[in-house]
């Protein structure tokens, strides 16, 4: 990295890379990385400024790079094919955006983004508030769920597994964080951490609780909440793919104490991680005035007179979707199956040359999430963020923004924004498994603001 005028430079090389994701006792894992490490390196800035990014391709096949979460410009959004074109193997892009809303997001591969994250290309990215959260130190847990072989290889071979495609996603069989099994992290008595925690996961849905901890979620998606929500010490935190959470904690831990961060399904609990106590912060900010995040600066709805849209999503295993136009002619189930592509937002599978619809610049937008599949869907919009109105008819009043919400089977999900970025951006489910099979569609804002 390097500042100069308060421009921020950074290189990312993608390429094939080891990672010791089964700990340094097993083999190396075979992967494909930013920067040889897993994951990748953290690009930080502070809020207003321009960061320049290079990407270099070393990897055998093209790709590109989507800064996920960042209200960006439009030609730096990193989709092939709506944004910018391929990044061809020996090849390079620059990216540069200004960086306009402090929190927690994160960078990842946006061409076959099924295999290459699954191989390990993300990595965070950390804008800084203008004046820093009083906490004594900050801690990343970036989550991410692989499918590997007892050689501790990637399981290459079960990459467009249909199965997979048209159930839940890639679900893996080892967790990590920050790229380690099962990672010891060391923690003082008397001191408050400031936690991000970021799911790199394909598909999987992670439900986190902190053994002996009781930490309060100060922002989601990067978005400060108007309110702290306690967890408490028997709280869970679930993250969607995709999904980000900032938490403080205030270590009250005796030294020589460990804490189990434990991801949990139903009423079990199988341990990730820990945090161990091994001494007492000289002079700590536990137990002091809990501060508050300064909001962003993002545009509010407008409510009295939104455009309305709609998108109903239909396929997957135990579906009852019977047909759906793919590249232009309707084709049936089994034709689609054939395609590859077994999910559908409102009657289309995959991309189309005409968007969902056009919005003049400024228009605010009320759109309804129907999920009519027997699976959940981590639903991402590039470019914006919204606020979540309702679920199934009834109102939301949490005041949360984010930009990927989790839309639960046969639920509707009616969220707002304002349509304010200019160009083309996409809508899509971030388990990257349906996305490449069909669910995903785009957006175009236009003009000036009305």
């Known amino acids: 990295m390097v500042a100069q005028n308060d421009v921020l430079d950074y290189e990312l090389v993608a390429g094939a890379a080891t990672a010791p994701l089964l700990g340094y006792d097993g083999p190396a894992s075979n992967l494909w990385l930013y920067g040889g490490s897993s994951p990748g390196p953290v690009i930080r800035a502070r809020q207003g400024e321009l ?8 990897l055998p096949e093209p790709t590109s790079t989507h800064w996920h979460g960042i209200r960006i410009a439009n030609a730096m959004d990193g989709v092939p094919g709506l944004t910018q074109e391929v990044v061809p193997p020996g090849g390079s892009f620059d990216y540069s955006f200004v960086a306009p809303d402090a929190g927690t997001y994160w960078y990842h591969s946006h061409n076959k983004s099924w295999e290459q994250m699954a ?20 801690m990343l847990l970036v989550i991410d769920d692989w499918r590997l072989g007892e050689d501790g290889q990637v399981h290459a071979e079960s990459f467009g597994s249909l199965r997979d495609w048209s159930h839940g996603g890639r679900l893996g069989n080892w967790l990590t964080i920050n790229g380690a099994s099962a990672p010891q992290l060391e923690v003082k008595r008397g001191e408050r951490l400031r936690l991000r925690l970021i799911n790199c996961a394909n598909a999987r849905i ?20 108007p309110e702290v929500r306690e967890i408490g010490f028997s709280g869970r935190l679930t993250l969607a793919p ?5 938490l403080l904690l205030d270590v009250f831990l005796e030294p020589g104490d460990r804490a189990q ?20 912060a000289a002079d700590g900010m536990a137990g002091r005035e809990m501060p508050r995040l300064p909001t962003n600066n993002l545009p509010r709805p407008d409510l009295s007179d939104p455009l309305k849209l709609d998108l109903v999503m239909e396929g997957g295993a135990m579906g009852a979707m019977r047909s759906a ?34 919005i003049q610049r400024g228009r605010s937008v009320v759109l309804e999430f129907d999920n009519q599949t027997a699976w959940p869907h981590a639903m991402h919009i590039h470019g914006h963020h919204f ?16 930009d990927t919400e989790l839309v639960a089977a046969n639920e509707k999900v009616t969220v707002a924004f304002v349509a304010d970025n200019p160009g083309k951006w996409l809508i899509h489910c971030h388990m990257l498994e349906h996305q490449a099979a069909g669910m995903k569609t785009w957006f175009q804002v236009t003009g000036q603001a009305g």
Request: glycine content about 10%.
């Open 242 to 246: 995709a999904q980000r959470a900032d």
């Open 206 to 225: 992670v439900t986190l609780k902190l053994d002996q901890l009781a930490p309060l979620v100060i922002a989601l998606d990067g978005q400060p909440l």
């Open 261 to 280: 961060i434990m991801e949990v399904t139903g009423q079990e609990g199988v341990e990730i991680g820990s945090f161990l106590c091994n001494g007492v």
């Open 119 to 138: 191989r390990g290309l993300y990595g965070p990215l950390i804008i800084e508030e203008r004046d820093p959260l009083p906490a004594d130190r900050e």
């Open 51 to 58: 960061v320049q990014v290079r990407l270099r391709n070393n």
């Open 387 to 402: 606020r979540v109105m309702a679920r199934n008819g009834q109102p939301v009043d949490n005041g949360a923004w984010r």
């Open 325 to 358: 136009v793919f590249d232009g002619r309707e084709l049936s189930i089994r034709e689609l199956v054939a395609e590859g592509q077994v999910w559908a937002l409102n009657g289309v599978a995959g991309m189309t040359d005409v968007p969902l619809a056009r």
